[in-house]
């Protein structure tokens, strides 16, 4: 049987949590384009076999799905709107996931404007470390619309697994409470990625 196509992903920012997202993911065979500040970081990564660009524009030149690892929301802004930010090369059906913990206006203002470029945003805070994103073991909260989430949902069965919490990116920083939480049901993956020990949690709004 045919391998199917694994499409290249992209991953700015690989300080400790975006490095182990590049580990996992190449050590899993996939291409990994990535965009940091740090020389040392694009050197290890190149020492990985990932490709590394100089820009933010550039990993959306190259890729259709692209994690933004970065620290805060300054940052984000950075990434997605700089000089040579994102927005420059995105295209209509593009996917953004937001991994850093943002507040509910910075991720909708993202949300908007990308959907005028006909960009999807997906709100994905990670937790759980390094380590256990290299074993497989890191939990991810992602909330986003529900087509598109069908659509990608496979890209973290290799190096976590997700959950549904609403249409809106925003309603992730009010339904992440214990009272509200229960497993989440197994998803099919899309892309066919390696399985990946998940934990998924979804949640309910209020």
């Excluded at 290249?8 to 920012?13: A, C, E, K």
């Excluded at 190149?46 to 929301?73: F, W, Y």
């Excluded at 509910?104 to 404007?113: K, L, N």
Aim: aromatic share 6%; net charge neutral; proline share 10%.
């Amino acid at each position: 049987m045919t391998e199917p196509c694994k499409p290249p992903i992209g991953i700015i920012g690989i300080g400790n949590m975006g490095f182990a997202l590049l580990q996992r993911l190449r050590a899993q065979g996939w291409l990994v384009v990535v965009h940091d500040i740090d020389p040392q970081r694009c050197a290890a990564a190149l020492a990985l076999g990932a490709t590394v660009v100089r820009h933010a524009a550039e990993v959306a030149q190259h890729c259709r799905q692209t994690l933004v690892v970065v620290v805060d929301a300054a940052q984000t802004a950075e990434v997605l709107w700089g000089e040579h930010g994102l927005h420059c090369q995105a295209q209509a059906g593009d996917v953004v996931w937001l991994c850093p913990t943002l507040g509910p206006q910075d991720v909708e203002a993202a949300a908007e404007r990308l959907a005028a470029l006909g960009v999807s945003v997906m709100d994905a805070p990670m937790s759980g470390g390094p380590l256990r994103a290299q074993r497989g073991e890191m939990s991810l909260m992602l909330a986003g619309p529900a087509a598109v989430l069908s659509r990608v949902w496979g890209i973290w069965t290799t190096p976590a697994c997700s959950c549904r919490l609403g249409a809106s990116p925003s309603l992730l920083q009010h339904a992440m409470k214990p009272p509200r939480c229960a497993p989440a049901p197994n998803w099919p993956p899309t892309w066919g990625w390696p399985t990946y020990k998940p934990r998924c949690w979804a949640a309910t709004p209020t």
